[in-house]
């Protein structure tokens, strides 16, 4: 089986929620798309950019951020 493509910044992303569906596959849905129709609810992969980022608390990926 191939592996999952990366899902990037979202990985890190407070505003992301793993779904499972019953074939076994994951997939990445963006809770910031409730009520906020500027972000995708399954965003195309790989998010490397987004202006709704907020890190996971203790989980900053400061290389996804562009910042060294
Ligand atoms: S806000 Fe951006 S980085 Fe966070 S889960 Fe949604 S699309 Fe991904």
Do not use: K
């Amino acid at each position: 089986m191939p592996a999952p493509p990366p899902v990037g910044l979202c990985d890190a992303c407070r505003h992301q929620r793993l779904v499972p569906n019953t074939r076994g596959s994951v997939f990445s849905l963006c809770e910031r798309s409730r009520g906020q129709p500027e972000f995708p609810r399954y965003p195309r992969l790989p998010v490397l950019r987004c202006p709704g980022f907020e890190p996971v608390e203790g989980r900053d990926e400061p290389a996804l951020r562009g910042r060294p």
